[in-house]
């Protein structure tokens, strides 16, 4: 071989298995995300069209830490249990004129979004008599049954969407 050659094909075929196995890696939700989004404009599968809402459900779970990703630096017993966990309330970016709660200041493309009326925070989320299990309470919140409590079948966010997708009902006026 020529000395003109990029690299050898040994290095040719490792490359080449890293990027296929990478891709290969990447879940079909994300390529399906990724080639919607690379659609014409006018592609009944992308979002945002004029006049649409859209809805975006974060669920941060495992290492996110609540109290330091909406910060309440307003509240003295905050800093007592955190002292070196503490965000500091001068870098907090304020969401509530004053109130005490804010966001962390990683997050000031968020911040921006809620200025503007695009994004909201709900806290303190629950349901009535709540058990000590994570477990089951993972599961009640998914499926939005505390009877049940069992993470089968579509779960809250499931039918609401079946139910937001689905055309009126005859005899109801719509």
């Not at 014409?40 to 990703?69: H, M």
């Amino acid at each position: 071989m020529s000395g003109t050659t990029p690299f050898t094909r040994r290095e040719f075929l490792g490359s080449s298995l890293a990027i296929v196995s990478t891709i290969a890696s990447v879940p079909t939700f994300l390529r399906s995300s990724a080639t919607v989004l690379g659609a014409p404009a006018n592609d009944p599968r992308k979002p945002g069209k004029s006049g649409q809402n859209i809805l975006v459900v974060v669920q941060l779970s495992g290492g996110n830490d609540g109290l330091n990703t909406v910060v309440p630096f307003g509240f003295d017993d905050y800093y007592r249990a955190r002292p070196a966990l503490g965000v500091d309330a001068k870098t907090v970016l304020t969401l509530d004129d004053g109130a005490g709660i804010g966001l962390n200041p990683a997050l000031s493309d968020l911040k921006t979004l809620i200025d503007d009326g695009m994004a909201g925070i709900v806290q303190g989320v629950g349901y009535p008599n709540p058990n000590r299990s994570h477990f089951a309470s993972m599961d009640i919140w998914h499926t939005a049954d505390p009877e049940r409590g069992s993470a089968r079948g579509t779960g809250w966010l499931g039918r609401a969407l079946d139910d937001m997708a689905s055309p009126p009902a005859a005899g109801n006026g719509a």
